[in-house]
């Protein structure tokens, strides 16, 4: 999959497993005793096509919103891929930082400021 016009980078893991099976259901998930298991290329294809449709309704700017869903998008495989599935007030900035550190030529504070710029 070519990731040049997407915000999701490809997880390591190939398959998650997920609870919403009729959310992407016609994206062909593989069934896992009860629970519809979706590629790492289908769970970034969806979150990148529900940011691009939330950006487009609300016709944002290239700054703030558009870069928050941005990070939102690559840090939920992030999260996905190293099993962080509990907040963690503790663990929150090294978490997103490792999240920028391998998304991004930008380090946390700079995607902050794209962020807060709006």
């Given at each position: 999959m070519d990731?040049?016009?997407?915000?999701?980078?490809?997880?390591t893991r190939t398959r998650?497993?997920?609870?919403?099976?009729?959310?992407?259901?016609?994206?062909?998930?593989?069934?896992i005793g009860e629970q519809a298991a979706y590629t790492a290329d289908t769970l970034a294809a969806v979150l990148n096509t529900v940011a691009d449709d939330i950006l487009d309704v609300?016709?944002?700017?290239?700054?703030?919103?558009?870069?928050a869903l941005n990070l939102l998008v690559n840090a939920a495989l992030v999260y996905l891929d190293n099993g962080w599935r509990e907040h963690d007030p503790a663990?929150?900035?090294?978490?997103l930082e490792h999240v920028a550190a391998g998304n991004y030529d930008a380090d946390l504070d700079e995607i902050l400021?794209?962020?807060n710029a709006s």
């Open positions: 990731y040049s016009h997407n915000w999701a980078f490809e997880p998650y497993a997920a609870t919403w099976p009729t959310l992407v259901a016609d994206l062909g998930p593989a069934v609300a016709d944002c700017a290239d700054e703030g919103v558009r870069d663990a929150a900035r090294s978490r400021d794209w962020i």
